[in-house]
């Protein structure tokens, strides 16, 4: 199974945390993705959020993807 979301964010992303499902940090299980391209410009936080580490614009189209 997987857990995704969907949910576009504002332009001042760096460095904010942004909520994604449940996932165990460091497994490689959890994908990003930024309009549809991969992402790899953000680090793990917690087993709930992610911090991009770079801006995002605003209104960018973000699918986070959790392989169970």
């Known amino acids: 199974g997987r857990a995704d979301r969907r949910k576009p964010i504002?332009?001042?992303?760096?460095?904010?945390?942004y909520s994604v499902p449940q996932y165990v940090l460091g497994?490689?299980?959890?994908?990003?993705?930024?309009?549809g391209v991969k992402c790899e410009e953000f680090q793990e936080s917690t087993t709930t959020a992610i911090i991009f580490t770079s801006a995002i614009p605003a209104g960018m189209p973000i699918v986070v993807v959790v392989e169970a």
Do not use: C, I, P
């Not at 504002?10 to 945390?17: Q, Y």
């Not at 497994?27 to 309009?35: M, P």
């Open 27 to 35: 497994t490689g299980k959890l994908t990003v993705y930024l309009g």
């Open 10 to 17: 504002g332009s001042d992303a760096a460095g904010t945390a």
